[in-house]
T-cell receptor, first 114, second 116 residues
């Protein structure tokens, strides 16, 4: 079956540090890949996505590149802020045969200290 | 604000109670979902509705009963729950096109359920 494996948290960084959260996937076929963010007390919000190999998704200074050869979609940001503290979820979605169900990783808690 | 609204935000219920969670979306989407988020576990998809018809039930116990009266509203009826059912229940919606493709999912803020 399909699965997503994320880097275990929690991750604690100082403001302006570089962030990488690793994500690898297993899928039968070519999924679309997503990063969702969940701020404290909130639901999930789509952060960025990529729908085919070598696509780069970007938003709010975050980036992730769809790497088919390594089945990865690592999340990066060059300079984190305190407001980036949240839980980050990597997810995949298969195409037509699986409808629109998302398969999520376990989430990575990020805390950014001033 | 994502356009998906869930009520109530918090719910405490006893094991013999009956309660319902409500989800409403004003995005014109035609697919709606219930997810369960438990501590230290990946998000679990519970149910999927497309055009008001249930298309997925991921082996969810019968004490959870979904209802989708129209494409904008989704309910989750709860009865005789167990303490281990305590979790954050998230509703999501997406648009399903005629080509069976789907837009990304938009999530509500969730209902934090505690079963005592």
């Amino acid at each position: 079956g399909n699965s997503v494996t994320q880097m275990e948290g929690p991750v604690t960084l100082s403001e302006e540090a570089f962030l990488t959260i690793n994500c690898t996937y297993t899928a039968t076929g070519y999924p679309s890949l997503f990063w969702y963010v969940q701020y404290p007390g909130e639901g999930l919000q789509l952060l960025l996505k990529a729908t085919k190999a070598d696509d780069k998704g970007s938003n709010k200074g975050f980036e992730a590149t769809y790497r088919k050869e390594t089945t990865s979609f690592h999340l990066e940001k060059g300079s984190v802020q305190v407001s980036d503290s949240a839980v980050y979820f990597c997810a995949l979605r298969m195409g037509e045969t699986s409808g629109s169900r998302l398969t999520f990783g376990e989430g990575t808690q990020l805390t950014v200290n001033p | 604000e994502t356009g998906v609204t869930q009520t109530p935000r918090h719910l405490v219920m006893g094991m013999t109670n009956k309660k319902s969670l409500k989800c409403e979306q004003h995005l014109g989407h035609n697919a709606m979902y219930w997810y369960k988020q438990s501590a230290k576990k990946p998000l679990e998809l519970m149910f999927v509705y497309n055009f008001k018809e249930q298309t997925e039930n991921n082996s969810v116990p019968s004490r959870f009963s979904p209802e989708c009266p129209n494409s904008s509203h989704l309910f989750l009826h709860l009865h005789t729950l167990q303490p281990e059912d305590s979790a954050l229940y998230l509703c999501a919606s997406s648009a399903r096109t005629g080509g069976f493709q789907n837009t990304e999912a938009f999530f509500g803020q969730g209902t934090r359920l505690t079963v005592v």
